[in-house]
């Protein structure tokens, strides 16, 4: 068992790993698009770009303030939490009665200004960012060198899906969301206060972007330009698994992660296209998405 | 008719433009222009909002600029195999994209244009990074020479003209007008027989038939192709000229493309001289900064200017007609009672 069709096994499952830790970053975008195009009806294209942002607070705490990883996990999270809240409050409010794409043309606006924002600043060259202390090693697993914080990775960021999930649809918080999700008014008439709802909604998706990030970070090069190569792969993962599950968000991710990681290894020419083949595929065999409802 | 003699007071002016203005930088305005008009056929006429004219807009481009170099077939012939190429490619994008509705159209139009930069990246005959340099423009028709600016800028302003017309043609045809029905009801236009996924799938291909058009041309114009032009980049741009001219106007698109290219091309100068007024002196770094100044003018066009330049300008004539000919009607019922 030391190859499988001609490829040698430690390579197989280095790639399945980094395939694995790709389809974690897909899985917490997706659902943070997920919940907030649930309540908000807006696709969040600035997603990748409040993702780029986690990372580079992340490498600004620890560049400028000495601030370590663990402190920046939460820390990096909170800020573009804030600024989430403050988007949503003195711009995006004013789109609802619209027609959705201004919400959309809207995000790849604040895109264009945050990315070219750190552009100007950094240039568009990584910076690198050293995994923590405690992370940085190897374990041996006999058939191969699990790298400590990829492993971290893919458990950090399947932690924090099923936690969304059990808070959405397990929690009184997360009944409050889905019937607004179903209908703000009738919602809204029974007391609750939606606008606070959706702009805490719009905060915590964001909030989940940047978390990525900061995981991201000692993972590839911290660049101005991360987020959004990133963030199309995620609008084609969002539509092969379809918005309707939150489930079905995290599994879709995961396992386009791994399905790009097996194709580099046994055909690198397609690793770029491949999601979006299989989207193509999707489209055609179920419009609505895997785990979609019609409509 | 007074729109008639509006067009036609801007043929003239276009006639004598190139003798004020450099005709290179006039003819990559007619391309964008064009290439915004097409756009705007769709989001405008349509409701469809595309992400993917950039990877139309590019390709045929390339291949216009592939068939012109390599192969050494003449500038109307490849113009041709380019708007052929993003017909086919436009036919296949909304043959996928039609099945969703609304905001996913837009997601997957973007989605399968960033698979068609990446093939774009990878393929061996664009030269990747560095981009396709050296196209021919050669002889039109194998007569007239292209190679003076002068003459280019004409053809160029024929192609945009014949182009514009036929964009107007469409609208005002009828069937323009079932388009608007199913862009405006779409669930009425189905239920009045029209199969509204036919009538947008037909208005894709139009328009990106159109874009290629703008492509083919703007490759010839410059003498070189580059991934700009593919990445989704191109697309947001297309969509910001449309949107600061006028979504759903005719001229909007040309206006937008006019003012977008100044701020893309003079941002330095302007920065300059706005540095020099204010005495502010970061303004002068203005130049460096597009991207961000277009993201500004997305999220201010958006919040407030959603009318865009001529949707603005039509709703004030309108209402200013509007107003001349209620108080006029007043004063007519004045009159009438004043004798009692």
């Not at chain 1, 006999?142 to 999930?165: D, E, K, Q």
């Not at chain 2, 003012?259 to 007024?277: Q, S, T």
Request: proline content about 3%; charged content about 10%; aromatic content about 12%.
């Amino acid at each position: 068992m030391d190859e499988i069709f001609g490829i040698p096994m430690p390579a197989l499952m280095s790639q399945l790993l980094i395939g694995l830790v790709n389809g974690s970053f897909y899985a917490v975008l997706s659902l943070g698009l997920a919940v907030i195009f649930g309540l908000l009806n807006v696709i969040n294209f600035a997603h990748g770009a409040f993702y780029m942002v986690g990372a580079f607070l992340a490498w600004m705490g620890m560049n400028y303030l000495g601030i370590n990883y663990w402190v920046m996990l939460l820390a990096s999270p909170l800020i573009v939490g804030v600024l989430g809240f403050a988007i949503e409050r003195t711009m995006l409010r004013w789109l609802y009665k619209v027609d959705h794409i201004y919400g959309l043309l809207l995000t790849l606006g604040i895109t264009l200004v945050v990315e070219g924002v750190f552009r100007a600043a950094y240039g568009v060259s990584g910076q690198p960012y050293a995994a923590p202390d405690g992370l940085s090693g190897a374990i041996n697993l006999g058939f191969m060198m699990l790298p400590t914080y990829r492993a971290w990775v893919v458990a950090a960021s399947l932690l924090v899906c099923i936690g969304t999930w059990y808070t959405i649809e397990r929690t009184k918080l997360g009944a409050y969301l889905r019937a607004g999700t179903e209908n703000p008014k009738l919602v809204e008439a029974f007391g609750v206060n939606v606008p606070v709802m959706v702009t805490l909604t719009y905060a915590f998706g964001v909030a989940l972007a940047a978390f990525a990030g900061v995981l991201a970070a000692p993972v590839i090069q911290v660049s101005p330009l991360m987020g959004s190569n990133l963030i199309i792969t995620v609008f084609a993962v969002v539509v092969i698994g379809g918005m309707g599950s939150i489930i079905g968000s995290i599994l879709t991710g995961l396992g386009l992660g791994v399905i790009e990681g097996m194709t580099r290894v046994f055909y690198p020419e397609l690793s770029a296209t491949v999601v979006f083949i299989l989207m193509a595929i999707v489209l055609l065999v179920r419009p609505s998405g895997l785990f979609g409802k019609e409509n | 008719m007074s729109k008639i003699a509006l067009g036609f007071i801007a043929l003239c002016g276009a006639i004598a433009l190139p003798s004020v203005i450099y005709p290179v930088l006039l003819m990559k305005v007619m391309c964008f222009a064009l290439f915004a008009c097409s756009f705007n056929l769709l989001i405008g006429f349509t409701g469809l909002l595309s992400f993917g004219h950039a990877a139309l807009f590019g390709a045929s481009g390339y291949l216009a600029g592939y068939t012109s170099r390599e192969l050494g077939i003449p500038i109307e012939g490849s113009i041709v195999l380019g708007v052929l190429t993003s017909s086919v490619l436009g036919f296949l994008m909304a043959g996928l994209a039609i099945r969703r509705k609304g905001i996913y159209f837009t997601m997957i139009t973007l989605a399968l244009a960033q698979m068609i930069y990446f093939v774009f990246l990878q393929a061996p005959f664009t030269g990747g990074e560095d981009g396709m340099q050296g196209i021919p423009r050669g002889k039109l028709f194998g007569v007239i020479d292209l190679s003076d600016d002068l003459v280019m800028y004409y053809v160029v302003l024929i192609i945009f003209a014949l182009a514009f017309a036929f964009i107007a043609r469409i609208v005002h045809s009828p069937f323009g007008h079932i388009l608007r029905t199913v862009k405006e009801n779409e669930p009425r236009a189905i239920s009045l027989g029209y199969d509204a996924d036919r009538y947008k799938l037909v208005a894709f291909v139009l328009s990106a038939a159109l874009t290629g058009l703008a492509g083919a041309t703007k490759a010839f114009v410059l003498g070189f192709e580059t991934l700009v032009d593919v990445h989704w980049q191109m697309s947001g741009l297309v969509v910001l000229m449309t949107l600061v001219g006028g979504v759903g106007t005719l001229t909007g698109p040309i206006v937008g493309a006019i003012i977008i290219l100044i701020l893309e091309n003079k941002l330095g100068e302007i920065g300059e001289f706005l540095a020099k007024l204010t005495r502010i002196e970061w303004l002068g770094a203005l130049g460096e900064s597009v991207t961000i100044v277009t993201g500004l003018t997305f999220i201010v066009c958006v919040l407030l200017f959603r009318r865009g330049v001529v949707g603005e300008l039509n709703a004030f004539i309108l209402n200013w007609r509007r107003s001349s000919t209620a108080s006029s009607a007043r004063k007519d019922v004045n009159a009438v009672q004043e004798p009692s």
